[in-house]
């Protein structure tokens, strides 16, 4: 085996590493991505391989510069992933087999029950001579008799007065947004309001395009008076006030006070102009009366003007439907290209979709809907019981801010993020996987900068043990992070007392020390420390001490083999000065006799190089003008050169 570059001994500054997660969670693929390593100072056994966890985490690794003969085309493609890669953004399509599911969209269990497939079924049945194709474009004798039956019953069903279906929620929301404002008009959204509404505004007409933060009352009613302020035609009700917002955020798991902000909208806009499309995506099916969502529940089917109600959710199908009145309607299906220039939707998907809606109407899923409420309280209830997980709210390891006062909220939705540190939830999640629990860390720009998270989703046909074994991991993991911290806080402890001893020593140093210390800037910035892993000691923190005056005692003049310390010693900070004062020191480092004066300097070195590093972290055990500034800048040098321990 080749031999490999030691790293050096001191912790990362930006975070902190997690070791001994179960004994299962492979994050060495982290440690090597952090230069150097806290790994070397831990007294927990080694970690081992999770296949599971590897995988996930072998996405986040650099290709570039890849193989050679590579075309510059994939070369190019390969440096832009690289960039996801390095911000741990990177993402694979590929889903873990056999896992206990907490991440898919399947919140009903509709879909892995085969409820809806029986559903479909049933409806194929009453349809017997049912074709597998498609007609065409809506233009072009696409629609017919059953999509646009389909579409009045959904609307009817949501209680509204039309209906438009669209392939997906992504060319609904687009759609909607590229048509209905027109110039001049205002969209006024929540900043969390999702990726899909974020891409189909920036195609919109609108002049004016302002968020408001996230489920404040105070932000949008300031962002509404700034978008009546900036033109009379808004206080005069000839400009139209869209406001964008979601019936449940899908990365934050809580609910619009939708109530609210109509209140707000009707003081402000007395004309009417202030009109509302709510993303009710992850409400069908799971609020209100047989899953009508959440605008039916509140009574406000009169008040909002667009609903987007999303299939791929809660029913197991795929499309989305637009509810909205006639108008709106009519404007959608003449300007929306994707529309007209698409094929409708085959009778297969049409056909679930029914079925779906056939099981909700028949109040099949209502029982599923209460199912929910009860495992998501179970897990908040069990998570809150345990002493570890007090100890990680407090220490800002992980958090789950519903889980606060769960007991006053009447509806406890099926999303729960939990909070970490910046990157830490790739460690969470990686750990969950390790166990197969399916969960997947979230991160910008599907969430805020510096607000990323493990999203957890729960499903109907989990179960109560399911979740006593998510709580008991999640707790896992905040107990490896304040273990990891009180070692750090331990070995930290220790080596600032180093640091203070070698200021000492150092205050001594005389102009002839400095000297001896440039004179050995060749020698031990050019020496380069080998380790063969098959040969190394496993105690990891003495192979620094102990292969530096290895690698440096010979070309000081010393012959091959023999030592510069004593036996069981080395020239770090723990032998010091022993036995020399600062004068004698002194003396035998301006000798002309080699061994002695190297073996002065190369203590000397290693004290000051110590004190420099101790310098550079804001200590002030260095007294004042006692580093010589060139000489200071070649023990920079020296550091970055070679690892000299402690």
Known sequence: MAPRRRRGLNPPADHPVLVNLRNKLAIRWYLDSQSPSFLVHSTRPAITSSKRSSSV?????????????????????????DKRRAERRSHTHSKPSKTVDFSSTDFLSLSSSGLVRMAFFDELARHPGFHLRNDGAPMLHGDNSYIETLEQELADFHGAEKGLMFSSSYDASGAIYKVIPQDGDAIVFDENVHASFHDAMRNSPASIRQSFSHNNLDSFRQVLTTVKESDEDFVDGLRTVLISIE??????????????????????????????????????????????????????????????????????????????????????????????????????????????????????????????????????????????????????????????????????????PMCTREKENHLLAAHLQSADYCAWPIDHPAVPQGQGRVRLVFHAANTEAEVDVLVSLVCEFAQAVLDEEAARAKFNCHHTALHLEAAKKMASFGRADWDALLQLKGLVVNAVTEIDPEASSTDHTALPERMLPEAIHVMAGYPSGESISPPGSTPGLSTGLTGMSASSMGESMSSDEAAPGTKGKLEKASFALEAWKMQQSGEDGVQNGAVDLEAAAILAEMAAGVSVGC
């Not at 072998?58 to 193989?67: A, D, F, N, S």
């Not at 709106?328 to 297969?348: E, H, K, Q, V, W």
């Open 57 to 81: 985490m072998e996405t986040q690794k650099l290709r570039r510069p890849g193989p050679k003969g590579t075309s510059v085309f994939y070369r190019r493609l390969e440096d832009r992933l």
């Open 247 to 416: 019936s449940v955020y899908s990365m934050d798991g809580d609910v619009a006070p939708i109530e609210d902000m109509i209140r707000i909208a009707k003081e402000m806009f007395p004309f009417g102009n202030a009109q509302f499309v709510v993303d009710e995506a992850h409400s069908t099916g799971l609020i209100g009366e047989k899953g009508n969502g959440l605008v039916c529940a509140l009574g406000l089917e009169k008040e909002i003007a667009i609903r987007m109600h999303s299939f791929g959710t809660a029913l197991g199908c795929q499309g989305a439907v637009v509810l909205c009145n006639d108008t709106d309607r009519l404007m959608l299906a003449n300007y929306t290209r994707g529309l007209i220039y698409s094929t409708t939707p085959s009778f297969s998907t049409l056909a679930t979709i029914r079925g779906g809606y056939n099981l909700m109407k028949s109040g099949l899923t209502q029982e599923r809907q209460n199912r929910l409420q009860l495992l998501v309280r179970h897990f908040y209830s069990t998570l809150r019981a345990s002493p570890i997980w007090a100890a990680a709210r407090t220490a800002n390891i992980v958090s789950i801010p519903a889980a606060d006062n769960y007991e006053g909220i009447r509806f406890l939705t099926h999303v729960v």
